[in-house]
């Protein structure tokens, strides 16, 4: 202690040199504050270098870089600046804050009354003042958990270092790694007494260390007693004043007492998180090749900075979750029997487990990696710009465990699964894990203030972050808003053969129908078409392998699909081709599950179906899912055969929808892997055919999308997060084109209040139909779809297109300025150059700012034109 307070005066008086020095200087310290920063930074790696003494201890500073700026928090040291953030941390605690000097608002880690908290006990109240919380497997693969309030710094199990842009703090949480493996279990009497106290020359540590042992005189063994953390640091401290290694206590161990090395006998795990100012931003980081843990306790999930930005009971405001189209949690709602939230992003990774014990907990997929927390007048946003595609959002308003309101992330890095194994009658389970995630973590955080602290300053600063990090591009303009017409082209059917039976094709919309339902649809004043044809390929709806290309004969062939393009190329119809990369349909015809599936963690190959994600009830035909690792070979066949016939367009099923890893026996793919080589593909599509439709819409395939359908158009209704809005549109209006699940099969099929959705998110008509009766759907792996007869949605389709494209055209190359709820069931969506639609859901009229809207009405107001 007295190293480390000595430490600090002489940190200081350095500080206080450098700037006087620099205010003494021309031009005073803002015209030197370069160079007194450099002088502070150099007398601190003086001061830092002649405080150590060698073997470091934990829990010290090693350099610093930091000039004066005003008055600190208590207990916290500037680490480093920048014209709009100051970057603090209290190297006690290793809380770090951020100053907005902007607004003079303080962020930090964690609530800074944490320690008066009268809701917090035992482990919840050490949780308050973490910055992780981990949970691992023990050797049943049962979950446990660690923090490292408790379980490092109390220890002073931790180094900080800083530098010229951040400061890196490494935690060892558990057992620390020179702890119970460097003191040996047994050692025989002789070399205990000649290696070991013998070395010792201080009769003080000498005896304390002997106490520690207990002497078996029947094997003529000292054994090691049960030792307290305290007792183990000042053990180790003691041996390693001798030079005893970890090496030669694991080596003594086996042969006094013919022990296995003791390594893995406590969970440890070592976690380093680095925070820098990028800008207006603050980054947090985690180097995942440097995280550590042991075969005997597998780390699983890291929930990184869990409270920072949290807000007291005392706060107004909300959570931001990307539940489906958004969703907020207002703060300190009362609604205790209200589950936290916890969300996949991009959904379930469908390959760790097997089926078994699978069970979907939303109604929506999350595809946005963000999370945001408004506290009055103030607000934080933050993106996940690494290590997405293993996260989860996660949320929970105070009252519960805690004082506190606070929303995360949490980081997946190793999957278990129990595996079965029999011998003759004995069966019993063992935990199989995959590999440890070693791609990074990374959350950018963001401060807005006044008028931007709200989701809609949240959606306008993502979509500030996706124009500049991902290059998406504005819409160019158009006369028309898009009208999306999926069909489907053959369906799969079973038939029998003197009485054996067999499985078929069947067509029920051939391109020649296909040219009819244009023709019909234009008729009806729809011009601007954008038609998604599935199942026009390789044996239909569900295709074999996609590594090659035929238009099945029994739509008309290779050349009833060129007369579909030239039909679509003379009426400027945008035509899009369905195909699904990821979901193979049929085992064999280029694709041998046991070679090119992904696997579950019990090896066996991933199959699975498509899941109502309401009723949980599988919908259509089970696929295997292709790994990751065959995706590019099918890809690159698939373009060398498509290209010669004429599309220029594609739509893409899956490759925006479903992300999952693959296990194989060696070398797990995590899904970030899987996410990467998908964008890889995407970006040989978009070379390749220029529009790609892409449904579902993850964050990673964003950049390569002109076109999304089954994009989220509403939220889960969690008990915890009921206000849903449109934050997904939000971001997203005016970049690419949105629509949200075919109209068709809406439970309700209510047209009005689709019609509403529409105009409230700015998003475009999407209907899936073919052109033959719907009984011919009846008893096929299709028949979960809701009414897809072309002929009884014709009228209302141009109808309703007809209301949406009068308004949304003028603004469809605009985003959306502003969103906000005026009533309940009421809403106003204000676009960038100041349009205005208000839409009431309820089934009564509403009055809101002396404008009087219809039941199930909109009122249009103001706007530029185009």
Not at 635 to 655: C, E, H, I, N, Q
């Amino acid at each position: 202690m007295g190293k480390r307070k000595s430490w600090i005066i002489l940190l200081g008086c350095c500080l206080i040199a450098a700037v006087v020095a620099a205010e003494t200087a021309p031009g005073g310290l803002q015209a030197s504050e370069h160079a007194a920063a450099e002088g502070a930074a150099g007398a601190i790696r003086a001061a830092s270098a002649s405080a150590e003494a060698p073997g470091k201890e934990k829990g010290e500073v090693k350099t610093a870089a930091a000039t004066v700026r005003g008055e600190l928090p208590p207990g916290m040291e500037l680490v480093v600046e920048n014209d709009m953030l100051q970057l603090l941390l209290d190297p006690e605690t290793t809380v770090v804050a951020v100053k907005d000097k902007r607004s003079g608002e303080l962020w930090s880690t964690n609530p800074e009354g944490r320690d008066e908290d009268r809701i917090a006990t035992a482990v919840n109240k050490k949780e308050l003042a973490s910055q992780l919380i981990l949970s691992y497997y023990n050797d049943r693969g049962h979950e446990a958990f660690m923090n490292n309030a408790a379980d490092s710094v109390e220890k002073g199990q931790f180094e900080i270092e800083t530098d010229a842009g951040g400061v890196t703090v490494t935690y060892e949480i558990g057992s620390s790694e020179k702890g119970l493996s460097a003191i040996p279990v047994a050692v025989s009497k002789e070399r205990f007494e000649k290696r070991i106290l013998g070395q010792i020359e201080d009769e003080d540590a000498r005896g304390r260390l002997r106490s520690r042992f207990f002497y078996n005189e029947e094997k003529a063994l000292y054994e090691r007693k049960d030792m307290q953390d305290y007792i183990v640091k000042d053990v180790v401290a003691i041996l390693q004043s001798i030079g005893y290694t970890a090496e030669e206590a694991k080596r003594d161990s086996e042969q006094a007492a013919n022990q296995e090395s003791e390594e893995d006998l406590a969970p440890r795990f070592t976690v380093p998180i680095r925070y820098e100012l990028d800008g207006q931003h603050l980054i947090a980081r985690i180097d995942t090749t440097k995280v550590t843990d042991s075969e005997a306790f597998p780390l699983h999930e890291i929930q990184l900075l869990p409270f920072f930005g949290a807000a007291g009971q005392d706060e107004e405001g909300y959570m931001l979750v990307p539940d489906g189209s958004g969703a907020l949690i207002a703060l300190n709602e009362t609604n205790k029997g209200a589950r936290a939230y916890e969300v996949p992003l991009y959904g379930e990774d469908y390959t760790p487990k097997s089926e078994e014990g699978r069970q979907v907990q939303f109604e929506q997929i999350s595809r946005l990696p963000v999370f945001g927390m408004k506290r009055g007048d103030e607000a934080m946003f933050a993106i996940i710009e690494q290590g997405d595609a293993q996260a989860s959002v996660t949320a929970d308003t105070s009252g519960k465990l805690n004082s506190y309101n606070r929303v995360g992330a949490l980081f997946r890095l190793k999957d278990m699964e129990p595996v079965e194994f029999r011998a003759g009658s004995v069966t019993r389970q063992v935990p199989k894990y995959s590999d440890l995630y070693d791609g990074g973590i990374a959350v950018r955080y963001s401060f807005l203030s006044g008028d931007d602290a709200d989701y809609a300053g949240m959606a306008s600063a993502y979509r500030r972050y996706l124009v500049e990090k991902h290059g998406l591009k504005p819409l160019e303009a158009e006369e028309d808003t898009p009208f999306v017409m999926e069909l489907v082209g053959a369906i799969p059917v079973r038939k029998t053969f003197m009485g054996v039976p067999y499985r078929s094709t069947r067509p029920v919309t051939t391109f020649k129908q296909a040219t009819s339902i244009l023709d019909e649809l234009q008729n009806r004043g729809v011009f601007r078409i954008d038609l998604r044809y599935s199942g026009w390929f390789n044996e239909g709806y569900y295709h074999s392998l996609p590594d090659s290309v035929k238009p099945d004969e029994s739509l008309g062939g290779r050349k009833g699909w060129e007369r579909l393009l030239a039909y679509a190329e003379e009426r400027n119809i945008e035509v899009y081709p369905d195909v699904a990369f990821q979901r193979v349909y049929v085992n064999g015809k280029g694709f041998k599950a046991t070679r090119d599936g992904a696997r579950f963690l019990n090896r066996k190959a991933a199959k699975r179906y498509k899941q109502d994600l309401v009723t949980t009830n599988p919908e259509g035909r089970a696929y295997y899912v292709l790994s990751p690792r065959k995706l590019d070979g099918v890809v690159d066949g698939f373009l060398k055969s498509y290209s010669s016939y004429g599309a220029s367009g594609l739509s893409l099923r899956d490759l925006g929808e479903d992300l999952n890893s693959d296990i194989p026996t060696k070398g797990t793919i995590d899904r970030q892997d899987a996410a990467g080589i998908a964008e890889q593909n995407m970006e040989k599509f978009r070379a390749a055919s220029g529009n790609v439709m892409i449904s579902g819409g993850n964050a990673y395939a964003l950049p390569y999308a002109s076109t999304i359908v089954n994009a989220p158009l509403t939220s889960s209704g969690f008990n915890i997060a009921p206000e849903q809005i449109p934050f997904y549109s939000m971001v997203l209006h005016g970049y690419v084109d949105l629509a949200g699940a075919p109209l068709n099969h809406g439970r309700n099929q209510d047209s009005r209040a689709a019609l509403l959705r529409t105009l409230e998110t700015g998003s475009i008509l999407y209907y899936q139909w073919f052109y033959e009766e719907p009984s011919v759907i009846r008893d096929t792996k299709l028949n979960y779809l809701f009414s897809p007869y072309y002929a009884n949605w014709l009228d209302e389709a141009a109808q309703l297109y007809k209301e949406t494209n009068e308004t949304l055209r003028e603004v469809r190359g605009q985003t959306i300025a502003n969103h906000r709820k005026l009533a309940d069931g009421v809403y106003e969506t204000t676009f960038e150059k100041g349009l205005r639609i208000i839409v009431n859901y309820k089934k009564e009229a509403v009055t809101e700012g002396g404008l009087t809207i219809e039941a199930q009405g909109f009122r249009v107001i103001g706007g530029e034109g185009v």
